[in-house]
């Protein structure tokens, strides 16, 4: 039976293709009987010279060689070299054939995560040095801001307010969110990593001002939605100061409704709280409802118990925290290793006097009856307000050590009961009439915490650190003021006073709670362990001098005994000196939108 010629064609078609088939299994099999000869040919080559970091020949950025690592973690110790390539720790072994453009001899030393300051007053002292020399020479990378007053949001009042308050450093405001200030900062170059919670003070100041009064439904809205915008922008969270007006006049409630708008974007609650003093347990239950009732981590900034009567409570204290703990809240702490606060003159006052703000209470310390009812509250104890002039027990506890006058610097570093009897005077009449004169707050030191209490707290596995001081440098504008000594010397005094000298705790869990345990808290992007991937923030110091220096006579003294220092991958301290790098960044929070 003859084809169509449709069904040749088919046919044709059919052979076509089974040919090219054929030769297609033919040449594919060719390369495939090529591949597992190269392959069998290459197995003993490898087999014989498995990879390890010591003969990969890859080269690297910085190799930090021979040093005793502390990861961060609390483990022990390892005597490893530590990889760099870019910003990231790129392997932790050993890379004695490996090339790198740095080579840091580490030998004897030990190399540890860049540390963390979880409170940090250095928002204006970067905008005029970024270096952050005083916290980089002590292995500080990361600054936390945010202690009840923030750099955003700013509106009109809160710019006029910043322009009003700036003493020493004087600086134009290029922002209008906490976000925007971060930017700035990282746009201008600055040496540490920066990040920021929102202070409650200044999104309250936005909204209502410096008035003691309750927010309308409406403010409440308008301050949900300030805290809502930060927070997407890449806050940590809210922070208090709330013995300090305005702070000072918000409810409970309104810090709950806050708190519940930044809990939804993983924030964090941290607190100066209520009361450091004669009612420290119940501020300690004000935080814990906050907690409880927001549904947020909260941390308890600078834990101490305040004033000599009050040292006996430091017990109940980290007992009732360590219940809340075990009952599901995640409540940590940070502190500070010395046995004086330091805030302003004006926290002698009861709050009152503040209400409308500064110009307010100055215009009230120029008045005679006014005058004579706030020395009288002064000389009371009492539990509605944080009295520091009592808790310091008396004017010779106060040192003065800020002033924004030039005709009253000369006072600076002198006590108040000294300048009492300079003046003439009784001290808190004094104390009123400096801070009327000054038109400031007056930096104040007051010498009120019990350096046993200062032991109890380094033994808690939950307590981070953090300077409550700007980073400074002694030079310049720094030099017309004094600082805490904290300002330089508070990380270095944990790992020289109280690891080395006095063994209160290991070296390891020193470092972890300067590094791995705050950037946890935070939730901070791979950062605060010494482990491949991590970015590359990096202190390497010797153990065996690692030390303070400032006291509070002479405070403007850099730490020594920290070697090197390296932010982002970038060599910031080199053989103790600062290399002028500014490789900062801002940090977000974990709850930052896309």
């Known amino acids: 039976m003859g084809r169509t010629e449709e069904q040749q064609e088919l046919l044709t078609a059919k052979s076509f293709f089974a040919r090219l088939a054929a030769q297609v299994m033919f040449y594919s099999n060719r390369i495939i009987i090529f591949a597992v000869a190269a392959s069998s040919m290459l197995t003993p080559l490898f087999a014989a010279q498995p990879l390890t970091p010591s003969q990969n020949p890859a080269s690297f950025d910085v190799i930090i060689k021979g040093g005793t690592v502390c990861d961060g973690t609390g483990a022990e110790p390892r005597h490893v070299d530590v990889a760099i390539r870019g910003d990231r720790i790129a392997g932790i072994g050993d890379f004695k054939t490996a090339k790198a453009k740095t080579v840091v001899d580490a030998n004897r030393l030990a190399v540890a995560p860049g540390f963390i300051n979880m409170l940090s007053w250095s928002n204006e002292s970067l905008i005029q040095d970024s270096r952050s020399q005083s916290e980089i020479r002590q292995g500080v990378t990361t600054e936390i801001m945010g202690e009840g007053e923030s750099m955003g949001p700013v509106n009109d009042r809160v710019r006029e307010h910043m322009l009003r308050e700036q003493s020493d450093i004087k600086y134009d405001i290029k922002w209008n969110t906490l976000a925007e200030y971060l930017r700035y900062l990282e746009a201008r170059g600055v040496s540490c990593n920066v990040a920021s919670f929102i202070g409650a003070t200044t999104i309250r100041e936005n909204v209502i001002g410096f008035e003691d009064k309750a927010p309308t439904p409406e403010q409440l809205d308008q301050m949900r939605e300030l805290v809502r915008k930060e927070m997407e922008a890449g806050a940590l969270g809210i922070g208090t100061s709330l013995i300090y007006p305005p702070a000072f006049y918000a409810k409970t409630d309104e810090l709950i409704e806050l708190c519940k708008v930044a809990a939804k974007y993983q924030g964090k609650y941290i607190s100066h709280m209520r009361s450091e003093g004669n009612r420290l347990l119940e501020a300690l239950d004000e935080l814990l409802r906050i907690s409880r009732e927001a549904g947020i981590p909260a941390e308890v ?63 009230r310390l120029r008045d005679a009856p006014t005058r004579e009812k706030i020395k009288a509250q002064v000389q009371v104890p009492s539990n509605e307000w944080e009295n520091m002039y009592l808790a310091a027990g008396g004017a010779e506890h106060i040192l003065l050590v800020g002033f924004k006058s ?101 070296l390891t869990e020193a470092v972890r709670r300067l590094s791995g345990l705050p950037a946890t808290n935070l939730g901070l992007d791979h950062r605060g362990f010494i482990k491949e991937g991590m970015f590359a923030d990096v202190v390497v110091f010797d153990p065996a001098t690692i030390s303070d220096r400032a006291t509070f006579e002479k405070p403007h003294q850099y730490a020594v005994g920290v070697k090197h220092v390296f932010v982002n991958g970038v060599h910031v301290l080199k053989d103790g000196e600062h290399t002028g790098a500014k490789p900062g960044r801002a940090l977000w929070g974990p709850g930052k939108a896309p």
């Open 301 to 363: 900034y600078h834990i101490k118990a305040a004033g000599q009567p009050n040292w006996g409570k430091i017990d109940n204290l980290l007992s009732r925290i360590e219940a809340a703990q075990k009952e599901g809240l995640k409540i940590t702490a940070d502190m500070y290793t010395y046995t004086a606060g330091g805030t302003g003159l004006d926290a002698c006052l009861p709050p009152w006097t503040e209400d409308g703000g500064y110009p307010a209470l100055f215009k």
């Open 406 to 506: 030039e005709k009253l610097k000369p006072l600076t570093g002198k006590t108040l009961a000294e300048i009492a009897k300079m003046r003439g005077k009784g001290p808190i009449d004094t104390a009123m009439d400096l801070i009327a004169e000054d038109e400031s707050r007056i930096g104040t030191i007051y010498f009120m915490i019990s350096e046993e209490n200062i032991k109890k707290e380094l033994a808690k596995p939950w307590i981070s650190f953090g300077s409550d001081e700007a980073s400074q440098a002694p030079e310049g504008v720094f030099l017309k003021s004094n600082p805490h000594p904290r300002a330089y010397g508070n990380f270095a005094r944990v790992l020289g006073k109280y690891v080395r000298d006095e063994k209160v705790i290991p």
